[in-house]
């Protein structure tokens, strides 16, 4: 917010801003010096360095990761679904459809560990 308004702020000074050097750009001319190079550490320019993330940066990614747990769900929704409408197609390769569905879930839950594993890392990495 308080780039937001130091942006302003210089947009408003435009006119007002003097040329630091004879040759120099029209965009060197409309920007302020203290925008480009901050003078104290702690405030925040163009040109300062970032150095820390933001808390709500990585808790938002994380929920973003955490959507595709709920696809693995509703994919277990479907195989199995899947697997009592196939029952009752055909009772007699009960056994061969259970093992199959007993795999792709398999497959699901490790894509949901992954997905899991991956939301702490960007929740807790700096």
């Known amino acids: 917010m308080a ?3 130091q ?3 210089s947009v408003a000074q435009v006119s007002a801003v003097r040329a630091t050097a004879p040759g120099a750009s029209i965009l060197c001319r409309a920007i ?3 925008v480009l190079s901050p003078s104290a550490p702690g ?3 163009l040109g300062a360095p970032l150095s ?3 808390a709500g940066v990585s808790v938002l990614g994380c929920a973003i990761a955490m959507v595709a747990v709920g696809g693995c769900a509703q994919g277990i929704g479907q195989l199995f679904a899947a697997l009592v409408v196939g029952m009752a197609r055909n009772p007699s390769m009960k056994e061969d459809l259970f093992t ?3 795999i792709g879930m398999g497959f699901l839950e490790f894509l949901a560990i992954v997905v899991i ?3 702490g890392l960007l929740l807790y990495s700096e």
């Open 117 to 119: 594993l991956i939301a």
């Open 52 to 54: 820390k993330r933001n």
């Open 3 to 5: 780039l937001l308004r």
């Open 32 to 34: 302020p010096s203290d």
């Open 43 to 45: 405030s925040l320019g």
């Open 7 to 9: 942006a302003v702020r």
């Open 100 to 102: 199959y569905t007993l």
